[in-house]
Nanobody, 128 residues
Framework: VRLVETGGASVQTGGSLRLSCVAS????????MGWFRQTPEKGREVVAT???????SYSDSVKGRFTVSLDSAKTTMYLQMNSLSPEDTAMYYC???????????????????????WGQGTQVTVSS
């Protein structure tokens, strides 16, 4: 399994970015996927999840601003990020694990339920 994130950049407050995660070696339709972010201050936190049924779930800090989705071929996962603020500055990772849990469960049970497969990360920096 290989996950590769792209799309990280430096933007100003209020700006938007779209992150992409291309997966190989897995079938999206049987996996639960998610976006996570990490900073030295907060550690790693879950941002958004999407399950094999296409249901999504979001952390309170990004709800209403971020959207997780899959492309029609179900080979790429996206994270559309709008209304960015400096608090969103972090290294962003995509992750995957074998399905069987809902997006809501994957969000709420992290880190007890920790994905097995991770990308290398892409840096997002938001300046004020």
């Amino acid at each position: 399994v290989r996950l590769v994130e792209t799309g990280g950049a430096s933007v100003q407050t209020g700006g938007s970015l779209r992150l992409s995660c291309v997966a190989s070696g897995i079938v999206f339709s049987i996996y639960c996927m998610g976006w996570f972010r990490q900073t030295p201050e907060k550690g790693r936190e879950v941002v958004a999840t999407i399950d094999s049924a296409g249901s999504t779930s979001y952390s309170d800090s990004v709800k209403g601003r971020f959207t997780v989705s899959l492309d029609s071929a179900k080979t790429t996962m996206y994270l559309q990020m709008n209304s960015l603020s400096p608090e969103d500055t972090a290294m962003y990772y995509c992750a995957a694990d074998v399905g069987g849990v809902s997006a809501k469960q994957a969000l709420e049970l992290y880190p007890a339920l920790n994905p097995n497969f991770w990308g290398q990360g892409t840096q997002v920096t938001v300046s004020s």
